[in-house]
């Protein structure tokens, strides 16, 4: 059966899972949700859709619910999730099938992996050797999810945290999202533009040799994440932290994906 994956990623955690479910699938595309659906019909019977995407504010990355919200899935498509998070993912795979079901889709198989934080106004990465484990064992799971998908295995959404997922939603999940970027400060910055390129949603304009915000952030955290200075910083809380991205992924795999086919 055909195969198209599509993908949201900032720091690679994402990605890294996407493309190791792709490669057990075979033929299967790995598209990132960057790209923004056409409109044109897409999966059919026989055919399988997958989503692969982060836990934000634990809930489902509004770039994430637009993306299911545009796409025209074809009826008898099997669908599925596979979410990574830090900590707890609670009914994040729970809001994207309510999204599906309004549009007669549905999650066939639904399921998620703690990886590596990379929430540094929180907290900074971990450490080098913690990484590596829970990458590892991300990755074994992936693979039991392709194998499960591929054998068209049925594994519904487990409604959990729901109430709770509501209430923080609330509070969190899009609240204050225009203004989220008012906080970037840029120190020692060389100029290179890399934190413009990473950006999913071209929301870094360089000018002057500077990135500045466009207030139309998704809270991805690509930008400070990437630059490869350590230049930005988010307000005070991020200053000293290390930075996190997956080490088997580079800012061209995430720029390549924000360029639409990867
Ligand atoms: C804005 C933001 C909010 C986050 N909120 C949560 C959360 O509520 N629960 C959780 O477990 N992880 C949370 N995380 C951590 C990410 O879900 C996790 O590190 C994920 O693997 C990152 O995937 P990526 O590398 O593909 O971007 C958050 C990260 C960001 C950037
Ligand atoms: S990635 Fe860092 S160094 Fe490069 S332009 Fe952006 S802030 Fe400056
Ligand atoms: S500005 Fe930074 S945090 Fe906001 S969407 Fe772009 S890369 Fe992500």
């Known amino acids: 059966m055909g195969s198209t994956i599509y993908y949201f990623s900032a720091t690679g955690n994402s990605l890294t899972i ?12 790995v598209i990132s949700m960057a790209s923004q659906p056409t409109g044109e019909p897409v999966g059919g019977p026989g055919e399988s859709i997958g989503f692969v995407f982060p836990v934000f504010y634990i809930g489902l990355p509004r770039l994430v619910r637009y993306f299911a919200q545009k796409l025209n899935i074809t009826e008898g498509t099997y669908c599925f999730a596979f979410i990574s998070f830090g900590g707890y993912g609670a009914d994040t ?47 074994d799971k992936a693979d039991e999810a392709a194998e499960a998908v591929s054998n068209g295995k049925l594994r519904p959404v487990k409604r959990n945290g729901r109430l709770l997922g509501k209430i923080a939603n609330r509070r969190y999940l899009y609240k ?20 413009a390129k990473v ?8 000018e002057d040799r500077r990135p500045l915000w466009l207030h139309h952030c998704e809270r991805c955290l690509a930008c400070i994440q990437w630059c490869p200075c350590e230049a930005i910083e988010y307000g005070q809380k991020t200053i000293g932290r290390r930075r996190y991205h997956n080490p088997n992924v580079s800012a061209e795999d995430i720029i390549k994906g924000n360029a639409r086919v990867i």
């Open 18 to 29: 996407a493309r190791q479910i792709a490669k057990r699938l075979g033929d299967c595309k």
């Open 199 to 206: 950006c999913p949603v071209n929301n870094i304009k360089m």
């Open 176 to 195: 204050g999202i225009a203004e989220w970027d008012e906080k970037f400060k840029v120190g020692r910055c060389t100029g290179c533009g890399l934190c």
């Open 93 to 139: 795979l729970g809001m994207l099938d309510d999204i599906l079901k309004e549009k007669g889709a549905h999650l066939s198989f639904a399921d998620g992996v703690k990886m590596p934080g990379n929430y540094i106004v929180k907290y900074q990465a971990f450490a080098p050797d913690v990484v590596q484990k829970l990458i590892k064992a991300a990755m």
